[in-house]
């Protein structure tokens, strides 16, 4: 019977085709073909990209990814800002006469044979890092064949004036900057962006990123990942010398959010002047309006002193914070929180670990009804996906905020504007634990809906895969890029 139905549908269509072909015999081919196609059995062929999962994906964030009831007008960004001076990692070690050897990590460099050893470290394991460099000659004569190495780009550098640059972007915000501005940043600066007049210098700090590609080789070496290795010595910013010109300019700028970073800088300085320095800060936090909430961006660090100092005594004073996988760890080992046994993050970063420290950071560190804390909202991000974690009734359009973060990874990444599923890959694992510390829930992804949501004790986690860039043309600043995009999608509640 199936097989008669076939035939007669089949033969109908010849002979419908046919009466046309006779009646119009001029009717064009492409016509002919196009009156065919449409009278042909089956689904309609769907769009290139849309079936596959990264398809699906990206347009399941199109349509979560929707503005807050409430936004932002004014954006207050300090204090580290830089030039930064990109270029391939492995063509600069040769231009300086280096030759590949062993890797070991340095928390200071010293040297450029320290320098060699940090970048195959942490090349071999495909994994961001930013040191110190303390000898200023030879850190500048390192940055003068670095800035004139042919294919060499210089960029706004520096996560205050790379969130101040993403976030200008947007016509509708006022952005302020207050940072070490030289006279080739304030070129390279959006428009957009307000400097005050104070935080203007006559030179500029440059830092050095050394890219490599997934892949790349050098001697024994084989990099897993595409990342970078970043060094300078920036003593401005590590003094962090832009703060009280930053704080002192938000009475006038009247901003409704103020994002912090540069915390990491104070690496190259004494014990000493650290402390002093993070009392500063803390003191100049409490100075903002109440009602104004602050997001602490964070950066690679190797001081756990340092570290620990700024969970006890930063965190409480602000509102929010973003971080990647290895700050986290770092964060972790450095506070004695969760999972702080574990040395390393053994490929991907376990979901279930991630969210463990998350939940202790908001549950010891943040805002509660018997701690004085500010802090509510953690924006975690690792290459293959992002976690957004909130304290219940303080935030609101969570979903679309991480969704819209893991979305520009893909398209800074691959310097597109819109999501190309054909550069990019879905390489967050398939399923995974929610926790396990605890009786986690066990989830399996759907790229259909993208951003999954789970709950702990008042705390809300919202996590989605990112669709990676399988050849990315830039890597640096993707973390601000991320943070900044999930800032700009997020309200918060009024009560602030």
Known sequence: MALWRGSAYAGFLALAVGCVFLLEPELPGSALRSFWSSLCLGPASAPPGAVSPEGRLAAAWDALIVRPVRRWRRVAVGVNACVDVVLSGVKLLQALGLSPGNGKDHSVLHSRNDLKEAFIHFMGKGAAAERFFSDKETFHDIAQVASEFPGAQHYVGGN??????????????????????????????????????????????????LEYQSGEEWGQLKAPHANRFIFSHDLSNGAMNMLEVFVSSLEEFQPDLVVLSGLHMMEGQSKELQRKRLLEVVTSISDIPTGIPVHLELASM???????????????????????????????????????????????????????????????????????????????????????????????????????????????????????TSRVSLRAPREFMTSHS????????????PVVEWYREGISFYFTPVLVCKDPIRTVGLGDAISAEGLFYSEVHSHY
């Not at 490929?347 to 670990?353: K, M, R, S, T, Y």
């Not at 998350?358 to 549950?363: E, G, H, R, T």
């Not at 605890?438 to 809906?449: D, F, Q, T, W, Y």
Request: hydrophobic letters at 45%; a negative charge.
């Open 160 to 209: 205050a004036a790379l969130i101040g640059q993403k976030f200008a972007a947007n016509s509708d915000l006022k952005v302020l900057l207050c940072g070490p501005v030289g006279p080739k940043l304030h070129e390279l600066l959006d428009d957009n962006v307000f400097v005050p007049p104070e935080s203007l210098q006559e030179v500029d700090e440059f830092h050095l990123i």
């Open 302 to 420: 190797t001081n756990r002193e340092l570290m620990s100092s700024i969970v006890h005594q930063v965190f409480p004073a602000v509102t929010s914070l973003g971080l990647n996988e290895q700050e986290l760890l770092f964060l972790t080992q450095s506070a004695s929180g969760p999972h702080s046994s574990l040395s390393s993050w053994n490929g991907v970063p376990d979901v279930g670990i991630v969210s463990d420290i998350l939940f202790w950071i908001l549950k010891e560190h943040g805002k509660s009804k018997s701690r004085a804390s500010d802090l509510t909202r953690i924006h975690f991000h690792t290459l293959v996906y992002h976690i957004l974690a909130t304290v219940d009734g303080h935030w609101a359009n969570q979903l679309a905020a991480v969704a819209a973060g893991a979305r520009v990874a893909g398209t800074q990444a691959c310097a597109t504007e819109t999501i190309d």
């Open 438 to 449: 605890e009786a986690g829930s066990r989830i399996v992804l759907n790229p259909n809906k």
